[in-house]
């Protein structure tokens, strides 16, 4: 989980944008709904069905409104962030299975530091080899570095696995929801990204289909036989 995330969205962002990255995370927490039906035999209903569609339409939207997007340009970043979701929401199944075992602060220690070693060996065996430059790139490079390691990776992840122990991978997995709302904000806030009305719609897609294909379906009774005001 921690490698083919990583890896795959590290380079996915080097050939894609934030603002599209933001919004193909946003399908995280559908995938992780998929994973936990196929896993967990969780009922996969029609509400479930059209929130794939609709979730995927919104990516779809995003993907080919760029001119000229294909798997040599932007779309295979795109796709490699696409199968970092992937990843993700498959390591999140093994967290849940795992938790029912394993401490989550436990599980958390010995996740990251075999993915941690893994990244190390890719950094050094990789077609970039670490140089000066790499290494010592100046303060605020490594300052970024220090907080998402602390911030994002290890206080983040162990908040997160903990959650996934106790309220099951697909439940989480609806926090996730917030990843675009920030992520588009801040790539057209920090990064000058241009924002266009195929990102305002793949937005609405995304976040309806995720919101519709991880509802409980109790929520879904309750609001069809809810009476009239």
Same mark, same amino acid.
């Given at each position: 989980m921690v490698y083919a995330n990583q890896i795959l969205?590290?380079? =996915?962002?080097?050939?894609?944008t934030a603002?599209?990255?933001a919004l193909i995370m946003a399908l995280s927490p559908l995938v992780s709904a998929l994973m936990a039906a196929l896993v967990f035999r969780e009922a996969l209903t029609a509400r479930r069905l059209i929130g794939v569609a609709l979730g995927f339409t919104g990516v779809a939207a995003v993907v080919l409104s760029h001119p000229g997007a294909s798997l040599s340009h932007a779309g295979l970043g795109d796709l490699m962030l696409a199968l970092s979701v992937v990843s993700f929401a498959v390591g999140g199944v093994g967290v849940q299975r795992l938790a029912r075992q394993i401490d989550p602060l436990s599980m958390s220690w010995g996740i990251y530091v075999m993915g941690t070693a893994m990244l190390v060996v890719h950094a050094l065996l990789g077609p970039s080899p670490l140089g000066?430059?790499?290494?010592? @790139? =100046? !303060?605020? @490079?490594w300052a970024l570095v220090l907080f998402s390691g602390v911030a994002a990776t290890a206080a983040g992840n162990l908040?997160?696995?903990r959650a996934i122990?106790?309220? =099951?991978? !697909?439940r989480t997995a609806v926090f996730l929801y917030w990843v675009p709302v920030f992520g588009v904000a801040v790539a057209a806030l920090l990064l000058g990204e241009r924002l266009t009305w195929w990102h305002l719609f =793949?937005? !609405?897609?995304?976040m309806s289909g995720t919101w519709l294909g991880t509802r409980p379906a109790a929520a879904v009774a309750a609001t069809v036989s809810k009476p009239a005001p």
């Open positions: 969205f590290a380079l =996915g962002l080097q050939r894609s603002t599209n990255g000066a430059a790499q290494l010592f @790139p =100046g !303060a605020w @490079p908040i997160w696995n122990s106790v309220i =099951g991978v !697909a =793949g937005f !609405a897609a995304v």
